[in-house]
């Protein structure tokens, strides 16, 4: 063949706007918008902490101020990062355009009014704070229809899609169940056992709702940034039927009032996990990539969550004190010690690339001009430092409420402090790329 | 050397992936590179289907391409299969990346 040597010459640049992901993506705002909130409430949550940390000690479970505080972190930093998280996941999951964008902003003003009704009236002692609540369960409701709407536009799901449909099946029992509490709260007249009801609800939260939201987004997430990829599908599959086949003994055990069998679920349950933690390790030792701030925060989020699951077993089994202060301390392990961790090494790798997308993809390249790689759009060393800051604040809140300590605790909520405003000003300066230039540092290799 | 065919691949490994930070060529996803006098082609894959930036790294390669081609017209066909796997990336980008 015939082929005369060509030079290399400036490219030309693309067309104008050319960034054809942006075609189906959701609009930048829509998930950040999730994001953004989240982060406020991580901050205030812990100021919060700090703010009443001598007084947790002194409260029950039940009391107000605590119910603030839990329901701040779990609908106001752990939901809301899901939902705007999931808003992103599912077009790259299915691949089509997300139904009906519209309505997901109504869905985050409902949970964002709602939960801040909701949390306020806890703090502020008004007694009608189940009005927030119903704030809460429509917000939630538009989510899960257009969600779903979603899923059944894809098509057949994948083993991500499954993890997700379970757990939003799950969401809805929990947002059921939590409104009928608060109301039950005020008026008392629907569960003769609303401890019980509670449990039940907690369970169905953490382990249904966030658990196999997280586990789900873990095979497809931690793989793909991990540059690994995933063998055999058996010890997931396993961990999938053993965590609903606990959850729902646990939940139908606890709201028929019997509590009966709570060791032989928790068994369930921890077995769940210790086959979740064996597809992990598998999805680990087959990466290409170096340990870096997100999945550090990955390995952080599989040891929380089996301290999480040691302390199930050791309440279950009367080897833990069974007091408010050490249920704290379990609830918080799931949160703190498992969500949280995995949560923010996600969204260090998702708040950048929402901005490279959306900034930087439509401009008008020109190789070899250099374009910014996601982790150059934040602070590798500030996120190092936060996830160092969270592994202080959790173990030492865990260990101050299981040891009833006061000086733990105060260390762990400075800590969390810390931690949260590290992330606040590391999302800033992600942000801060929407109007400012990007300039290389030093020329790469 | 090929006259072509290597100024194609210098081209290509100035498109990096934004995520993993290496170029297209080093990670392995370029499979394979056509030249007839009337066209270049190249096949190539993303890491994962689906990729959200896969897109704008397509759209980018066609680009770098493009500045070498001449008069030729520049085609980049996504591939699905094989898929892309860990084992294809390079020895330089196992280095690039800590795992070799």
């Given at each position: 063949m015939d082929v005369p040597p060509i030079q290399i010459t400036q490219a030309p640049p693309l067309n104008a706007g050319a960034a054809p992901f942006l075609a189906k993506?959701?609009?930048?705002?829509?998930?950040m918008r999730h994001f953004v909130a989240a982060a406020f409430s991580f901050w205030l949550f812990a100021a919060a902490l700090v703010w009443g940390n001598s007084r947790l000690l002194g409260f029950s479970f039940d009391a107000r101020w605590a119910l603030g505080l839990t329901h701040l972190l779990t609908l106001g930093w752990v939901t809301m990062t899901i939902m705007g998280a999931l808003i992103q996941l599912m077009v790259v999951v299915h691949g089509v355009p997300f139904a009906a964008p519209g309505r997901l902003a109504w869905a985050w003003a409902l949970l964002t009014a709602g939960t801040a009704g909701f949390v306020g009236g806890l703090w502020a002692g008004w007694d009608r704070y189940w009005i927030a609540a119903a704030l809460v369960f429509a917000g939630v409701l538009i989510y899960l229809q257009v969600f779903v709407e979603s899923l059944i536009q894809g098509g057949k799901l994948d083993w991500t899609g499954r993890h997700v449909a379970v757990a939003l099946a799950y969401l809805s029992l929990v947002i059921l169940l939590g409104l009928l509490l608060a109301y039950d709260r005020e008026r008392g007249i629907l569960f003769h056992d609303p401890r019980g009801v509670l449990i039940a609800h907690i369970h169905l939260a953490l382990v249904g709702w966030v658990s196999l939201m997280i586990v789900g987004a873990s095979y497809r997430l931690v793989a793909m940034f991990s540059l690994s990829h995933i063998e055999s599908k058996a010890p997931g599959l396993v961990a999938l039927v053993l965590a609903n086949v606990g959850l729902l003994g646990l939940a139908l055990d606890s709201l028929l009032g019997s509590r009966r069998l709570l060791s032989a679920w928790a068994c369930v349950l921890a077995a769940a996990y210790a086959a979740y933690a064996f597809q992990m390790n598998g999805i680990f030792r087959g990466r290409l990539r170096r340990i870096d701030p997100a999945l550090a925060y990955t390995l952080l989020a599989l040891l929380g969550g089996a301290v999480w699951a040691a302390l199930g077993l050791g309440l279950a089994f009367g080897l833990v004190k069974d007091g408010a202060p050490q249920e704290i301390a379990y609830v918080l392990a799931a949160l703190l010690g498992w969500a949280t961790p995995f949560i923010l090494g996600q969204i260090h790798k998702i708040v950048p690339f929402l901005v490279w997308l959306h900034v930087f993809s439509p401009k008008n390249w020109r190789p070899p001009l250099q374009i910014p790689r996601t982790q150059d759009l934040a602070s590798e060393k500030a996120a190092w430092w936060e996830m160092g800051f969270l592994a202080a604040a959790a173990y030492s809140l865990i260990g101050g409420f299981l040891l009833e300590s006061p000086a733990l605790i105060r260390l762990g909520s400075w800590s969390l402090l810390v931690c949260a405003t590290l992330y606040a000003g590391n999302t800033a300066l992600t942000l801060s790329f929407l109007k400012r230039p990007w300039t290389p540092s030093k020329p790469r290799p | 050397m090929d006259p072509v065919k290597t100024p194609t691949l210098t081209a290509l490994k100035s498109v990096i992936d934004p995520e993993v930070g290496l170029d297209v060529v080093t990670i392995g996803l370029v499979y394979a590179v056509e030249i007839t006098p009337d066209s270049i082609t190249v096949s190539m894959t993303l890491t994962t289907p689906n990729c959200p930036m896969g897109p704008s790294i397509l759209a980018m390669a066609k680009g770098a391409v493009e500045g070498i081609s001449g008069e030729r017209r520049v085609e980049i066909r996504a591939v699905w299969d094989p898929p892309w796997n860990p084992a294809m990336l390079s020895r330089e980008g196992r280095l690039a990346l800590g795992a070799a």
């Open positions: 993506a959701p609009p930048f705002w829509l998930p | -």
